[in-house]
């Protein structure tokens, strides 16, 4: 019954693999988010999705790429794994910001990448 | 206990006190606050949140208090118990603005 969830939980890999991550919610949102956190829990966004449409694509690199099938499901495909790569990742989810709601995010168990 | 000033890392509290964690936010137009708490392997949980239009708001245990003046947000945390030990963020945003901005986090630690 969990709400926004995450596969793999851990992710150990060598520099120059291509992974992904896949991120599931339950929640009926239709918005959903990829976090950075890094060794110093700093949390930065990386992207978002609404109604599987991208709204939010910070200075990323390129080989980050998301996808949403549907509004269910946002994945994180990542190619070309550097050292800095390293950190853990966190899906999250919110409702549309129409009709005046506010942009609660419920986040998912993270995925925490460690690139060898 | 309390952290004071802008930020501070870290928290260390005795097991019954009351705990107050302050974050100073940057944005004046930012009319939406979230508190969040991170358990050791584990995701942010939602705590609480509060809107521009309040300057207090309570929930089990915790309160929020706004002063938007200083742009200043802290969470108390009432008669803290050690499953209250966990990182704790604030986040502002704007009305519409999907994106969240997120403080440093503070490291809270119970002493029993």
């Known amino acids: 019954d969990t709400a926004v969830s995450q596969t793999p939980k851990y992710l150990v890999t060598q520099m120059g693999n291509d992974k992904s991550i896949k991120c599931e919610q339950n929640l009926g949102h239709d918005t959903m988010y990829w976090y950075k956190q890094d060794s110093k829990k700093f949390l930065k966004i990386m992207f978002s999705y609404n109604n599987k449409e991208l709204i939010i694509n910070e200075t990323v690199p390129n080989r980050f790429s998301p996808k949403s099938p549907d509004k269910a499901h946002l994945n994180l495909h990542i190619n070309s794994l550097e050292l800095g790569d390293s950190a853990v990742y966190f899906c999250?989810?919110?409702?549309?910001?129409?009709?005046?709601?506010?942009?609660?995010?419920?986040f998912g168990p993270g995925t925490r990448l460690t690139v060898t | 206990g309390e952290s004071v000033g802008l930020h501070l890392p870290t928290l260390s509290v005795q097991e019954g006190d009351n705990s107050i964690i302050n974050c100073a936010y940057s944005n004046s137009a930012s009319d939406y606050f979230i508190w969040y708490k991170q358990e050791s392997g584990k995701g942010p949980q939602f705590i609480i949140d509060?809107?521009?239009?309040?300057d207090k708001r309570q929930g089990q245990r915790v309160t929020v208090l706004l002063n938007k003046t200083v742009k200043h947000l802290s969470l108390q945390i009432a008669a803290t118990q050690p499953g209250d030990s966990a990182v704790y963020f604030c986040a502002e945003n704007m009305s519409n603005d999907y994106k969240l901005s997120f403080g440093a986090g503070t490291t809270v630690t119970v002493r029993a």
């Open positions: 999250a989810s919110s409702h549309d910001l129409t009709s005046g709601r506010t942009n609660e995010q419920y």
């Open positions: 509060i809107r521009s239009n309040m």
